[in-house]
């Protein structure tokens, strides 16, 4: 079956713009999970979402939004862009939430603020 | 979540075995133990995961002692390929995020 996917793969924005990110998980599928990564912070939890409903945010300024649609799929929109939101974004997709369950990445997006 | 601590790096040849030991000191009862894989600019993969005992599959092995407050990742005869960065989490079911830490880096050299 196909694996999450998130589009697109690569994006380059200006300062102060926003940008929006999707990711379609797999299929059945309900919770919905963001993760930031950089070389300095490594993997940070942004924000997970189970059948529309934001569960759980990490410690992220409210630029950071998201969403889940009805079909699982989900969006992150950042807002106001600044040079250190430059990262590789990865959505996570599984059948329930829980440390006890298997996760998949997608292959994520790599914003590039300039 | 259980914090977990793991050796920054690590190196080792082909067709060597590779352990990885992670410490979860306070790892809670209903807390699994799960790896990941992460190759540079891809997601991470699942490896395995396990709650005591032994737990073994097609690519890796994972122990973990009765007191559960560390586990071990066992790659057994490592290809270049495994070049990877290697993760240890702890969590358990209502935990809704995943954290990781730093990871293991372990090279595989020819």
């Known amino acids: 079956k196909a694996g999450v996917t998130q589009t697109p793969r690569y994006l380059i924005k200006t300062r102060g713009q926003q940008v929006t990110l999707s990711c379609s998980p797999i299929s059945g599928h309900r919770s919905v999970s963001w993760y930031q990564q950089t070389p300095g912070q490594g993997l940070q939890f942004l924000f997970e979402y189970f059948s529309e409903t934001q569960r759980n945010k990490g410690n992220f300024p409210g630029r950071f939004s998201g969403r889940q649609f009805s079909n699982s799929r989900s969006e992150m929109n950042v807002s106001t862009l600044e040079l250190g939101d430059s990262a590789l974004y990865l959505c996570?997709?599984?059948?329930?939430?829980?440390?006890?369950?298997?996760?998949?990445f997608g292959q994520g997006t790599r914003l590039t603020v300039v | 979540l259980a914090k977990t601590t793991q050796p920054i790096s690590m190196d080792s040849y082909e067709g060597q075995e590779v352990n990885i030991t992670c410490s979860h000191n306070?790892?809670?009862?209903?807390?699994?133990i799960t790896w990941y894989q992460q190759f540079p600019s891809q997601g991470p993969r699942f490896i395995i995961q396990g709650y005591k005992t032994k737990v073994t599959n097609e690519v890796a092995s994972l122990f973990i002692p009765a007191d559960r407050k560390s586990s071990t990742l066992s790659l057994p005869r490592v290809s270049l390929s495994d070049t990877a960065v290697y993760y240890c989490?702890?969590?358990?079911?209502?935990?809704?995020?995943?954290?990781f830490g730093a990871g293991t880096t372990v090279t595989v050299r020819a």
């Open positions: 989490l702890v969590g358990g079911p209502n935990d809704y995020k995943l954290s």
């Open positions: 306070n790892i809670a009862t209903n807390d699994y």
């Open positions: 996570a997709s599984s059948q329930w939430t829980g440390g006890d369950t298997e996760a998949f």
